[in-house]
């Protein structure tokens, strides 16, 4: 790999990513002739104030500072050390040791074979100022970036390599500013242009005189308006654009169909649902003993779903309760702890739980609820270990995009009377549905109604355009039913659909 890359540098949407990276690429470089410097240009924590960067800096100086070396070096070195330990008025390093540390930085960064950092670290900024050049770019989860976050890594190198899924979640807020870009948003924010570039200084006169034209100019306006959009979401446009292409045998874009992580029954569900059957899992998945052990045969299968009824079909008067405009279910939040109650760790395991739920109403309710039983020492929940072992459990589908665990447990919410669309909420959003089912390594837990479900894709409006269909919930439920009831009588089932009463117990 390391004669392969050359010189790198990645880059990724948040902090956990590269840690992961990170450790991933430290146990890959364990095996080589020599020891490759990785280097992760952000802090080692959350509430520390050193970059992981500095840390080594200090490492190095340190070294050089207890080295032994001629009489004259020493004097250098003792000079170093002195400088070092001096403080500023605030308890920092005074301004000549935070010069020689930021030399000492960027020489650790010019000798390095891999540099890591967020895609909108500061620290690249720097370097696309400095002129600083990689062998390749590597962009990982490509798709959440929008343009601008994009631009700064992609200065960096001329070989970029970017990798995301543009059938999960998209950049932030990019529903919203989408909404910027239509024609009579755009016509309203031009109205007010000439009076807001006025108060900034040194403006060239070319920007004035280009808006003055979109004022004017609906079909330029136009255009404007939806390069920008599509600048938005660079990866989506890259790849849509290629997958429109079928013509074309070979391009600079790939689909990357192979997959590590999921069961290959889960694999089979979220690649049905969301991939065209396209996804496939490599030989050793299949292989991995499941480290987690069911109480019944009921919850043997990869993929269990616990069956609620619709609401229509109930007396109660409803499953939904709403925190403000959030809503939770507390029925499912029983059938999900008693499925959990009937699963645990195998012998000598300790796999990975993940709890999610699309609204934050209903992850307050679940947190609450398995605060209680998380063992204060070892941060385990019956016997299970939180994905960063940090006892947290329960997450929303966007905290826990690139998230994986042993055992996902998911529980959906919606469960009402109303019809189509309005009725689903954010169950309808198929990208987020996708990060929702694609989490679980070995084992799968759905907690829903499919009753529900099923109406509300019965009785909706088709959609509007590309990704807003609401056909994938049918197709999930579908190849949920295939995989209970294999039509091969000889095939054993890969999932097992568990009804469950209105308050949420299992039926017997």
Same mark, same amino acid.
């Given at each position: 790999?390391?004669?392969?890359?050359?010189?790198?540098?990645?880059?990724?949407?948040?902090?956990? !990513?590269?840690?992961?990276?990170?450790?991933?690429?430290?146990?890959?470089?364990?095996?080589?002739?020599?020891?490759?410097?990785?280097?992760?240009?952000?802090?080692?924590?959350?509430?520390?104030?050193?970059?992981?960067?500095?840390?080594?800096?200090?490492?190095?100086?340190?070294?050089?500072?207890?080295?032994?070396?001629?009489?004259?070096?020493?004097?250098?070195?003792?000079?170093?050390?002195?400088?070092?330990?001096?403080?500023?008025?605030?308890?920092?390093?005074?301004?000549?040791?935070?010069?020689?540390?930021?030399?000492?930085?960027?020489?650790?960064?010019?000798?390095?074979?891999?540099?890591?950092?967020?895609?909108?670290?500061?620290?690249?900024?720097?370097?696309?100022?400095?002129?600083?050049?990689?062998?390749?770019?590597?962009?990982?989860?490509?798709?959440?970036?929008?343009?601008?976050?994009?631009?700064?890594?992609?200065?960096?190198?001329?070989?970029?390599?970017?990798?995301?899924?543009?059938?999960?979640?998209?950049?932030?807020?990019?529903?919203?500013?989408?909404?910027?870009?239509?024609?009579?948003?755009?016509?309203?924010?031009?109205?007010?242009?000439?009076?807001?570039?006025?108060?900034?200084?040194?403006?060239?006169?070319?920007?004035?005189?280009?808006?003055?034209?979109?004022?004017?100019?609906?079909?330029?306006?136009?255009?404007?308006?939806?390069?920008?959009?599509?600048?938005?979401?660079?990866?989506?446009?890259?790849?849509?654009?290629?997958?429109?292409?079928?013509?074309?045998?070979?391009?600079?874009?790939?689909?990357?169909?192979?997959?590590?992580?999921?069961?290959?029954?889960?694999?089979?569900?979220?690649?049905?649902?969301?991939?065209?059957?396209?996804?496939?899992?490599?030989?050793?998945?299949?292989?991995?003993?499941?480290?987690?052990?069911?109480?019944?045969?009921?919850?043997?299968?990869?993929?269990?779903?616990?069956?609620?009824?619709?609401?229509?079909?109930?007396?109660?008067?409803?499953?939904?309760?709403?925190?403000?405009?959030?809503?939770?279910?507390? !029925?499912?939040? !029983?059938?999900?702890?008693?499925?959990?109650?009937?699963?645990?760790?195998?012998?000598?395991?300790?796999?990975?739980?993940?709890?999610?739920?699309?609204?934050? !109403?209903?992850?307050?309710?679940?947190?609450?609820?398995?605060?209680?039983?998380?063992?204060?020492?070892?941060?385990?929940?019956?016997?299970?270990?939180?994905?960063?072992?940090?006892?947290?459990?329960?997450?929303?589908?966007?905290?826990?995009?690139?998230?994986?665990?042993?055992?996902?447990?998911?529980?959906?919410?919606?469960?009402?009377?109303?019809?189509?669309?309005?009725?689903?909420?954010?169950?309808?959003?198929?990208?987020?549905?996708?990060?929702?089912?694609?989490?679980? $390594?070995? $084992?799968?837990?759905?907690?829903?109604?499919?009753?529900?479900? $099923?109406?509300?894709? $019965?009785?909706?409006?088709?959609?509007?355009?590309?990704?807003?269909?609401?056909?994938?919930?049918?197709?999930?439920?579908?190849?949920?039913?295939?995989?209970?009831?294999?039509?091969?009588?000889?095939?054993?089932?890969?999932?097992?659909?568990?009804?469950?009463?209105?308050?949420?117990?299992?039926?017997?």
């Amino acid at each position: 790999m390391s004669d392969f890359l050359g010189v790198a540098h990645i880059a990724a949407q948040n902090h956990e !990513a590269l840690a992961e990276m990170e450790r991933t690429l430290r146990e890959h470089f364990s095996q080589a002739e020599r020891d490759p410097i990785v280097v992760r240009i952000e802090r080692a924590a959350p509430d520390l104030s050193d970059t992981q960067l500095r840390d080594q800096a200090h490492t190095l100086l340190d070294a050089f500072v207890l080295g032994d070396a001629s009489p004259l070096s020493r004097r250098r070195r003792e000079a170093v050390e002195r400088i070092l330990r001096r403080t500023g008025p605030a308890g920092d390093v005074d301004p000549e040791g935070e010069a020689i540390l930021r030399d000492t930085e960027h020489l650790i960064l010019r000798s390095a074979d891999v540099t890591l950092a967020t895609a909108n670290s500061s620290v690249i900024e720097e370097m696309v100022a400095e002129g600083e050049q990689f062998d390749w770019v590597i962009v990982e989860e490509a798709a959440r970036a929008s343009g601008p976050e994009l631009i700064g890594p992609l200065l960096l190198g001329a070989r970029r390599v970017l990798i995301g899924d543009h059938r999960q979640l998209a950049p932030f807020d990019a529903e919203r500013k989408a909404r910027l870009y239509r024609d009579d948003a755009g016509e309203a924010l031009l109205t007010d242009a000439p009076e807001l570039i006025d108060a900034v200084s040194d403006l060239p006169d070319a920007v004035r005189t280009s808006l003055e034209v979109l004022a004017t100019d609906p079909i330029l306006r136009a255009d404007a308006l939806g390069a920008a959009l599509r600048l938005e979401q660079p990866f989506r446009e890259i790849a849509e654009t290629t997958e429109a292409m079928a013509h074309a045998r070979s391009g600079p874009v790939s689909m990357l169909t192979e997959q590590s992580r999921m069961h290959p029954a889960i694999c089979g569900l979220v690649s049905d649902t969301f991939y065209g059957g396209q996804l496939t899992t490599v030989d050793r998945i299949a292989d991995r003993p499941c480290p987690i052990t069911p109480a019944s045969g009921a919850l043997s299968a990869p993929v269990v779903l616990l069956d609620l009824p619709p609401l229509s079909r109930t007396r109660v008067q409803a499953f939904e309760t709403f925190e403000g405009t959030s809503p939770c279910n507390r !029925a499912e939040a !029983a059938a999900l702890f008693e499925a959990l109650d009937r699963l645990s760790p195998a012998n000598g395991a300790t796999p990975t739980l993940a709890i999610l739920s699309p609204y934050t !109403a209903q992850c307050r309710l679940l947190h609450a609820r398995v605060s209680s039983r998380v063992d204060p020492e070892t941060r385990h929940l019956n016997g299970f270990a939180s994905p960063k072992g940090d006892g947290v459990f329960v997450q929303t589908i966007d905290s826990f995009q690139g998230g994986e665990a042993d055992l996902v447990v998911v529980s959906t919410v919606r469960n009402n009377q109303k019809m189509g669309r309005h009725a689903l909420g954010i169950l309808g959003d198929r990208r987020r549905m996708n990060v929702l089912l694609s989490r679980a $390594k070995h $084992k799968l837990v759905l907690v829903t109604s499919t009753g529900f479900l $099923k109406n509300a894709v $019965k009785w909706s409006e088709p959609g509007r355009g590309p990704g807003h269909d609401l056909e994938f919930l049918a197709a999930l439920l579908r190849r949920i039913d295939l995989m209970a009831a294999p039509d091969d009588p000889d095939a054993n089932p890969t999932a097992s659909i568990i009804a469950c009463g209105e308050d949420g117990k299992v039926v017997q």
